[in-house]
């Protein structure tokens, strides 16, 4: 056996411990794959630079920064795995220098053994890439509202990039491999496993400030959210309190509660609850960065999907907009109106033919000389009906204010109106008005600032008006579905205008304006979603990690303990108790943190985001149950194994 046989045995014998690193870097590299399949495929490009310029310069910009998002913290995970095979594996270095390796031998076998692992998670993640490529390009397809769907393609330029990429990864991550060895003395590698640990401490000031700093980050994005203080050092500096505050919560505060509980001799001494107690301190401490790491990074994983399926959500193109179609003209003096009458009846008849319902109201706004516009009472009160709002009543000399925008909606609610009087002038009219108050939902989109008054102060001052824009709006409950509808109308429109003529009318559907959007909002979750994908995996094996680079120990300790008496069924209730810990606790508090960034959310939004949030974190929770009930099989068979 020659020594690159020696290594790759080495492997194969510490296959246990690897496994995760292996599977998680395969994982890694695969995502890494999908980002290159998107990038450079052809279709998908084209498609988005074909609907928007912006949208197609977002979407490149997108998936570059999260393949170098992946590509970065894909390093982090791996030196912070091979790091923790270094440190149990010391005892064997130990050994293996004892019996004549010289250093320089035992940093070459490391690093023929993390290159063999990387070239083998390499080819097992593009491969796995490539035979699952067909189904994430549908899915993308569906994500970004491509019709034709995306056409499988050889991805000849993403195989090349993310084999290249991730070899020279996997080089610089075992060049730092050797560097990790050369602490320590012969005697320190033999006897790392029997240095006895001392017992763990916490700070109670510490713990006081881990509880005021995540108060006071919550605190700063629910003012952000709630107060629309829209400050980006606020929103922050919130962040940072609470990243800060969870790592005293872990490194401290749980360590000061636990001990508390050994406190309590009713509680302690009550069946198995002292091992479990006793061993718990020792894991909080331990494994406090860890769990600060998961709970940081499972909780932006959260918060990064979920806000992404919030914006895609169609809701929030309602929220801008309340109507499914809109069509307006520009008639000039002494224009007949056939075209808008013949306009109005094809989109009845389009609406008609796909089955939707729906409801028309029109308006004819005014503007005044400074740009306010006006809207008759007669004509809002049409709106609000077919949006289902209240009707309103003015006496003559009276106004009404009325949001254009979610800003100016919000900054009403908030803050409230600035003044109580309207100045209008309109040519030689001038009217001050009392404005009775500010209307709680947007019915004039997009119109800046918007009055309604009365039909007779309208009349005053819209008379002799030479031009009128005249607005007709449908609302449709299902409008989301109506895009064929919405296409075949402005196909229809756009065949039966002259280019002269198409400059008198404009029509828009909000659904297609949704699906416009979408394609951005699909990026974002594409992006989004697979880089979360991507933190949860590693955040996972860093349990994983954790829980194997003390098994030597746990064996030990239990086989001990088994000696006294500790039946298998007392064994696997107090190992279960630590790995519920060592599993839930830092999801936990990944799902208040993250829970807490939903709440301002919502607040943001005038839709549910609700089912959004369940979703996201049903999903994960349901992997987290998974992923634990086979750790928790194999570790007790193993612990089983070993002791009994």
């Not at 913290?73 to 594996?89: A, E, G, M, P």
Request: net charge positive; hydrophobic share 50%.
């Amino acid at each position: 056996m020659n020594f690159r046989q020696f290594a790759f045995n080495n492997v194969f014998r510490n296959k246990r411990t690897y496994v995760a690193h292996f599977l998680s870097s395969s994982f890694s590299v695969m995502i890494f794959f999908t980002y290159a399949m998107l990038a450079f495929h052809p279709d998908l490009k084209g498609q988005i630079m074909a609907d928007s310029t912006t949208l197609s310069t977002l979407g490149t910009m997108g998936m570059h920064i999260s393949q170098i998002v992946v590509f970065v913290f894909s390093f982090l995970f791996l030196l912070y795995s091979v790091s923790s095979f270094v440190k149990l594996r010391k005892k064997e270095f130990g050994i293996l220098l004892l019996l004549g390796m010289s250093r320089k031998q035992l940093n070459r076998m490391l690093f023929i053994e993390n290159i063999a692992i990387g070239v083998a998670a390499i080819i097992t993640g593009i491969v796995v890439g490539v035979v699952f490529s067909k189904l994430i390009l549908l899915i993308c397809a569906s994500m970004l509202a491509v019709e034709r769907g995306l056409p499988f393609y050889l991805p000849a330029k993403a195989v090349a990039l993310t084999a290249g990429g991730y070899l020279a990864l996997f080089i610089i991550v075992a060049a730092f491999t050797s560097l990790m060895t050369k602490k320590g003395t012969l005697a320190e590698l033999i006897k790392s496993e029997d240095k006895p640990k001392p017992e763990p401490k916490a700070s109670v000031p510490l713990s006081i400030l881990a509880v005021l700093l995540i108060g006071l980050g919550y605190a700063c994005v629910f003012l952000f959210a709630l107060r629309r203080i829209y400050s980006f050092s606020l929103l922050f500096g919130g962040v940072v309190l609470v990243v800060i505050g969870t790592y005293f919560l872990f490194t401290q505060l749980s360590v000061y509660v636990i001990r508390a509980l050994k406190n309590r001799p009713r509680f302690v001494f009550k069946r198995t609850n002292l091992l479990t107690v006793s061993e718990l301190v020792y894991r909080m401490k331990d494994n406090a960065v860890m769990f600060f790491m998961v709970a940081v990074i499972s909780a932006t994983a959260f918060t990064g999907i979920g806000t992404a399926l919030a914006i895609g959500d169609p809701g929030l193109a309602a929220m801008k907009n309340p109507y499914a179609f809109t069509h307006i003209s520009f008639p000039e003096p002494g224009d007949d109106l056939s075209f808008e009458q013949k306009h109005i009846h094809l989109i009845e008849q389009a609406l008609k033919k796909g089955g939707f319902a729906y409801r028309k109201a029109s308006y004819i706004p005014a503007f005044s000389d400074d740009g306010k516009t006006l809207i008759r009472l007669s004509d809002y009160n049409g709106l609000a009906a077919v949006l289902g709002y209240p009707r309103e009543t003015l006496r003559s000399g009276e106004t009404l204010a009325s949001p254009s925008s979610v800003t100016q909606n919000d900054k009403n609610r908030l803050e409230g109106l600035q003044t109580d009087r309207l100045t209008i002038t309109k040519g030689e009219h001038t009217m001050t008005l009392p404005i009775v108050k500010a209307l709680p939902h947007i019915v004039i989109p997009d119109y800046g600032s918007v009055w309604i008054i009365t039909d007779s102060d309208y009349e005053r001052l819209a008379k002799g008006d030479e031009y009128k824009t005249r607005v007709v709006v449908f609302v449709v409950p299902e409008w989301h579905h109506t895009r064929a509808v919405a296409e075949e109308i402005r196909k229809a429109l756009d065949a039966d205008l002259t280019n002269e003529q198409q400059y008198a009318y404009n029509f828009s559907a909000l659904v297609l304006d949704w699906m416009h959007s979408k394609q951005l909002n699909g990026l974002l979750l594409i992006v989004s979603g697979l880089v979360g994908i991507v933190f949860f995996t590693f955040a996972a094996s860093f349990v994983y990690f954790r829980l194997y680079a003390d098994l030597s120990r746990d064996e030990e300790q239990y086989r001990m303990i088994s000696k006294v008496g500790l039946s298998r069924k007392e064994l696997a209730k107090t190992v279960t108790r630590q790995l519920v810990l060592m599993f839930f606790l830092p999801l936990l508090v990944a799902f208040v943190h993250s829970g807490v960034a939903f709440v301002a959310l919502q607040g943001l939004v005038e839709f549910s985001v609700v089912s959004h949030t369940l979703a996201v974190y049903a999903t994960f929770f349901g992997i987290q149950v998974v992923y634990f009930f086979i750790t928790r099989w194999r570790y007790l068979s193993h612990l089983n194994q070993k002791i009994m």
